[in-house]
């Protein structure tokens, strides 16, 4: 089966993968990490800065898709210290409405480029 990738232009990549794909009526989103896609260079800023960056860059492309943060069933979240858990999980708590998509963190040895979170999502077509 072909693979139905989706791109946005306002998401960086830092390898060979598509932003997102489609499985069905799932959209299956790479990880993000806190890459400023207008410099190519991490966000500064502290942990709740580069969870928020990781955001943008997630729903930039649920919009390319034609979804929003409605349509996201499940998160998973990256971070390199769960010392940041209570910083990462502010800035969460804003992303979504109730009920909360299902989610799972864990800890990490290292993310790519030095980042200290990393966030991906599977969302759901509206019916």
Known sequence: MPRHAVTSPNAATVGPYSHAVWAGELLYLSGQTPIDPATGKLSAGD????????FVNLFDVLTA???????????????????????????????????????????????????????????????
């Open 47 to 54: 942990l709740g800065d580069q969870t928020r960056q990781c």
């Open 65 to 127: 898709a034609g979804l929003t943060p409605a349509d996201v069933i499940k998160v998973n979240v990256y971070l390199t210290d769960m010392a940041d858990f209570a910083a990462m999980n502010a800035v969460y708590a804003g992303q979504f409405e109730q009920p909360y998509p299902a989610r799972t963190t864990v800890a990490v040895a290292g993310l790519p480029l030095g980042a200290r979170v990393e966030i991906e999502l599977v969302a759901r077509r509206p019916a």
